[in-house]
């Protein structure tokens, strides 16, 4: 069964400095990995994709992430923070028996220090 | 496009209260979803329509009952809730077609209140 772990519930950075959000996921089969991010009293918004091919996957804001099958890991970066990247953040995985249900970690939240 | 619509957005209603969200999608996206997320938690999965059909309820209680009247409409009636039931609810659409790439697009929620 598909599961996400995402390490650190709060992650302070420097305006900045580099944004390093921790996700592990198991999976018995390739996997399809997201990642979200919810601003405070919105909905979710989609950061990034992997499906298949390139395990290095850009997406909105200047963030990316890598697809690393040996780690069984997706890691979310981005160079340089800044304040509007203030956010929860959400790791999330296709469970393989139905298309239609995602799995969710237990979100980061992205704090950014002046 | 990649909007997803929700109203109302805020609801504050009584326990003996019926109510409904409205979800609202133009993407031509077949399946679609609601989601519950308590504060500080991620969402937790309610419904999800295919096709117009009912294809999964995660143990959600009856007082909860979903509508999907067409493709691009979904809606959530509401009838005596209980404040535990307070709580940001979002909709969300995907392809839903087999070969599709599954990723869900939400709308902003609707913040419920229950007195």
């Known amino acids: 069964a598909q599961s996400v772990t995402q390490l650190g519930s709060h992650v302070s950075v420097s305006e900045g400095a580099l944004v390093l959000l921790r996700c592990n996921y198991s999976?018995?089969?390739?996997?399809?990995l997201f990642w979200y991010v919810q601003y405070p009293n919105q909905g979710l918004q989609l950061l990034l994709k992997?499906?298949?091919?390139?395990?290095l996957v850009k997406g909105i804001n200047g963030f990316e992430a890598e697809f690393k099958k040996s780690e069984t890991s997706f890691h979310l970066t981005k160079p340089s923070a800044h304040m509007s990247d203030a956010a929860e953040y959400f790791c999330?995985?296709?469970?393989?028996?139905?298309?239609?249900?995602?799995?969710f970690g237990s979100g980061t939240r992205l704090s950014i220090r002046p | 496009d990649t909007e997803v619509t929700q109203t109302p957005k805020h609801l504050v209603m009584g326990m003996t209260n019926k109510k409904s969200l409205k979800c609202e999608q133009h993407?031509?996206?077949?399946?679609m979803y609601w989601y519950k997320q308590k504060a500080k938690k991620p969402p937790e999965l309610m419904f999800v329509?295919?096709?117009?059909?009912?294809?999964i309820n995660e143990s959600v209680p009856s007082r909860f009952s979903p509508e999907c009247p067409n493709s691009s409409l979904l809606n959530l009636h509401l009838h005596a809730l209980q404040p535990e039931d307070s709580a940001l609810y979002l909709c969300?659409?995907?392809?839903?077609?087999?070969?599709?790439?599954?990723?869900?697009?939400f709308g902003p929620g609707t913040r419920l209140t229950v007195t």
């Open positions: 969300a659409s995907s392809q839903g077609r087999t070969g599709s790439t599954y990723e869900q697009y």
């Open positions: 999976s018995s089969v390739p996997p399809y």
């Open positions: 992997y499906t298949t091919g390139a395990t």
């Open positions: 999330a995985v296709i469970k393989s028996s139905s298309a239609s249900k995602i799995i």
């Open positions: 993407m031509g996206h077949r399946a």
């Open positions: 329509y295919s096709y117009e059909k009912l294809s």
